[in-house]
Nanobody, 121 residues
Framework: HVQLVESGGGSVQAGGSLSLTCTASGPTYERGCMAWFRQAPGKEREGVAVVEADGTAYHADSGKGRFTVSRDNAKNTMYLQMNKQKDEDTSMHYC????????????????WGQGTQVTVS
């Protein structure tokens, strides 16, 4: 049973930077996809960035040029560096994982963290 724990959320001023970390425990996950999603109040959960087991990364349009996702398989950890943050980035950010390739469909992810709040003001 894979468990995901996010950390690094908090408050930041618009234009600032924040870094999130997701650590996986349980069965090793080095062959699966890891992903970041976010959900603002009253809105659907949306994909932010995903990273394949080999490190190939994809970023949603909302974060292209501003966000960078990466992972360290040896540490079972994924990171999200968020720069030039905007007010609309304010949301709960979730780490997710699945066995298989990456996509941005929330329904395809088997494992979820509890989330970490990011507030931009």
């Amino acid at each position: 049973h894979v468990q995901l724990v996010e950390s690094g959320g908090g408050s930041v001023q618009a234009g600032g930077s924040l870094s999130l970390t997701c650590t996986a425990s349980g069965p090793t996950y080095e062959r699966g996809c890891m992903a970041w999603f976010r959900q603002a109040p009253g809105k659907e959960r949306e994909g932010v960035a995903v990273v394949e087991a080999d490190g190939t990364a994809y970023h949603a349009d909302s974060g292209k040029g501003r966000f960078t996702v990466s992972r360290d398989n040896a540490k079972n950890t994924m990171y999200l560096q968020m720069n030039k943050q905007k007010d609309e980035d304010t949301s709960m950010h979730y780490c997710a994982a699945r066995y298989g390739g990456c996509n941005f469909r929330t329904s395809d992810y088997n494992y979820w963290g509890q989330g970490t709040q990011v507030t931009v003001s």
